[in-house]
């Protein structure tokens, strides 16, 4: 059966794969369109798993909202470069997928991986199919769902890198940004002083006591030295102690107070944090694909 041009780029279009590659599918299933498309999907699905010891640790990180800003889902998708972060496929991939979680309720990726995102399959169906194309590991690592039932979400994303969703009672859209802004910018562990781990507080104030004692005065001022260090401490951790981003002259919970307004919770993602990157050459990596290459053309 002749290939046409026409046959070429309806596959092109069913599929987004290079021009080349439709061809050669349709050249080996003899022009059945169908079993170029699972073909491809095989090829695809194997590329995948070769690439999936691979560390992503660029990404984006993505949130969507619903209209009246009391559902939201926020996700980290992860890749191995930032030139890839910054590619279209991917960064269509990234909101697709996570206005398919809001659309569907999903807080889980066991979940999300198997639902269904458009006519070509699944969402893990359609991480191959992008990994296979891009040529990278792509990792959907984690997503977190919001239900304000009373208040509103304040969201902010901040370059693609770092998203923050924050619940927020009793204050209006603005200064529920302005809040979702400041945990973007200053990165607080946990909502008030009061919700601080104990075991983190004694493991501060044995340092502190350290310190303290150091200094060789008398034991009534080493005491408040330690609980004004501890004070401090406990301020620096949480959002209500912080120094307010946009008014560095106030608290966020005096900002609150004013506002008559609570946070009742937060989430904060930043790309790649946590995973343990690995150094990688790319030069020599390149290098070392055009020699190949070059031996193989020999």
């Known amino acids: 059966m002749e290939i046409t041009a026409t046959l070429v780029r309806e596959l092109r279009e069913r599929t987004n794969a290079p021009m080349m590659e439709c061809k050669k599918a349709l050249v080996n299933s003899k022009g059945d369109i169908e079993e170029a498309i699972t073909a491809m999907r095989t090829a695809g699905q194997a590329k995948a ?77 359609n991480r191959k199919t992008l990994v296979a194309k891009i040529g990278e590991n792509i990792n959907i690592r984690r997503i977190a769902a919001f239900d304000a039932k009373e208040g509103r979400l304040g969201m902010y994303v901040h370059g693609g890198r770092i998203g923050v969703v924050a619940h927020v009672k009793g204050a209006d859209a603005e200064v529920a940004k302005g809040i979702a802004m400041h945990i973007a910018a200053n990165n607080p562990q946990v909502v008030s002083p009061a919700d601080v781990a104990p075991d983190v507080i004694e493991k501060e104030k044995s340092i502190f006591i350290a310190q303290a004692q150091e200094s060789g005065k008398p034991a009534e001022v080493i005491e408040k030295m330690i609980q004004g260090r501890l004070n401090k401490f406990l301020d620096e951790v949480s959002l209500l102690g912080q120094s307010y981003v946009r008014d560095p002259d106030i608290t966020v919970g005096a900002l609150l107070k004013s506002k008559k307004g609570e946070v009742l919770s937060f989430a904060r993602f930043a790309v790649g944090e946590g995973i343990e990157k690995q150094e990688v050459d790319f030069a020599s990596e390149v290098m070392a694909q055009v020699q190949g290459s070059s031996k193989n053309a020999g």
């Open 49 to 125: 798993d070769k690439k999936a010891h691979r560390t992503a640790a660029e990404g984006l990180i993505t949130i969507c909202m619903n209209s009246d800003e009391t559902h939201a889902v926020m996700t980290e998708i992860n890749c191995e470069t930032d030139f890839v972060a910054r590619d279209s496929n991917f960064i269509e991939f990234t909101r697709h997928v996570t206005q398919v979680a809001l659309d569907k309720n999903i807080s889980d990726l066991d979940v999300l991986a198997n639902t269904p995102l458009n006519a070509e399959g699944s969402v893990e169906e």
